[in-house]
T-cell receptor, first 116, second 115 residues
Framework: NAGVTQTPKFRVLKTGQSMTLLCAQDMNHEYMYWYRQDPGMGLRLIHYSVGEGTTAKGEVPDGYNVSRLKKQNFLLGLESAAPSQTSVYFC???????????????FGPGTRLTVT | AQSVAQPEDQVNVAEGNPLTVKCTYSVSGNPYLFWYVQYPNRGLQFLLKYITGDNLVKGSYGFEAEFNKSQTSFHLKKPSALVSDSALYFCAVRDFKAAGNKLTFGGGTRVLVKP
């Protein structure tokens, strides 16, 4: 199993450019997440998905869009990149959480994005 | 709303000494609590979790954590630290009612184990 993979690993964008980050998981997880990590702020949830064809906003969704057309893939898009979006982006996945059960999230290796 | 606080930005410890990384949480209902570790230029790796039952939870790499409901804390511990334990540690909480299995992470604590 590859687990959770992310492409690309690094990217430099100019302000106003667009890009898509791809996340893929091979663990048949129902739930998938996109986070950003900034120094001293831990991880903040951008968007998440509880199943194929569904997405929901997290803590910091502005400036990002997502799609989950296939269960194993979760795409994060930046339509018009801004310097404030310079960050490390992590994708994660987990089994469905049910009452009395809490499944850990599995993380990808991250994408380091710089917007100049 | 759920929140997590890690009061120490960095913890320094000598190899062989006990290691403690502190975490306090706030949730409206019963908490599910997690610890993750992040090595340089890597993603987060799961260490352990508390859902219910025994307040002392054992996890990977010799780590354990103690759940204290009255103090709303979930401190991570290791009896004898190794240089290889140097990393960034995150505590996370999920309210059992939260939809989507969403976690809220603390700001992280950097652990430096000196030989």
């Amino acid at each position: 199993n590859a687990g959770v993979t992310q492409t690309p690993k690094f990217r430099v964008l100019k302000t106003g450019q667009s890009m898509t980050l791809l996340c893929a998981q091979d663990m048949n997880h129902e739930y998938m997440y996109w986070y950003r990590q900034d120094p001293g702020m831990g991880l903040r949830l951008i968007h998440y998905s509880v199943g194929e064809g569904t997405t929901a906003k997290g803590e910091v969704p502005d400036g990002y869009n997502v799609s989950r057309l296939k269960k194993q893939n979760f795409l994060l898009g930046l339509e018009s990149a801004a310097p404030s979006q310079t960050s490390v982006y992590f994708c994660a996945s987990s089994f469905e959480g049910r009452a009395g059960r809490a499944y850990e999230q599995y993380f990808g290796p991250g994408t380091r994005l710089t917007v100049t | 709303a759920q929140s997590v606080a890690q009061p120490e930005d960095q913890v320094n410890v000598a190899e062989g000494n006990p290691l403690t990384v502190k975490c306090t949480y706030s949730v409206s209902g019963n908490p599910y609590l997690f610890w993750y570790v992040q090595y340089p230029n890597r993603g987060l790796q799961f260490l352990l979790k508390y859902i219910t039952g025994d307040n002392l939870v054992k996890g990977s790499y010799g780590f354990e954590a103690e759940f204290n409901k009255s103090q709303t804390s979930f401190h991570l511990k290791k009896p004898s630290a190794l240089v290889s334990d140097s990393a960034l540690y995150f505590c996370a909480v999920r309210d059992f009612k939260a939809a989507g299995n969403k976690l809220t992470f603390g700001g992280g604590t950097r652990v430096l184990v000196k030989p």
